[in-house]
């Protein structure tokens, strides 16, 4: 079963940008849809953005659109997620999981693999 492990959080002001990488292990980020989750304090975990197997079809939260962007790395071993004009209800923990499939998805129950999550703070 293949293993992700994100990295790239960390604490930035309001407006600034960081970018977010899941890194897989045990198989390519190629042979999978991918997605970014992000959930904050005392809050569910909710979707982000999304992006499919082969790389070229993304789909986001309304609340990220335009800000963000979800890509796969020429490696193919990694996903980013650049995160533009950030705002303090930004901060969160941030995962990235995979599904083995072609399209991509929204949903929590729809991903069977998981990343351990990178703190993402966001400050006024």
């Known amino acids: 079963q293949m293993q992700l492990e994100e990295s790239g959080g960390g604490l930035v002001q309001a407006g600034g940008s960081l970018r977010l990488s899941c890194a897989a292990s045990?198989?390519?980020?190629?042979?999978?849809?991918v997605g970014w989750f992000r959930q904050a304090p005392g809050m569910e975990r909710e979707f982000v953005a999304a992006?499919?197997?082969?790389?070229?079809?993304?789909i986001y939260a309304e609340n990220v659109e335009g800000r963000f962007t979800i890509s796969k790395g020429n490696a193919k071993t990694r996903v980013y997620l650049q995160m533009n004009a950030l705002k303090t209800e930004d901060t969160a923990v941030y995962y990235c999981?995979?599904?083995?499939?072609?399209?991509?998805?929204?949903?929590?129950?729809?991903?069977?693999?998981w990343g351990q999550g990178t703190q993402v703070t966001v400050s006024p």
């Open positions: 999981a995979a599904r083995w499939s072609p399209s991509y998805y929204r949903g929590i129950t729809d991903y069977d693999n």
């Open positions: 045990g198989g390519t980020v190629s042979d999978y849809a």
């Open positions: 992006i499919d197997r082969s790389g070229s079809k993304t």
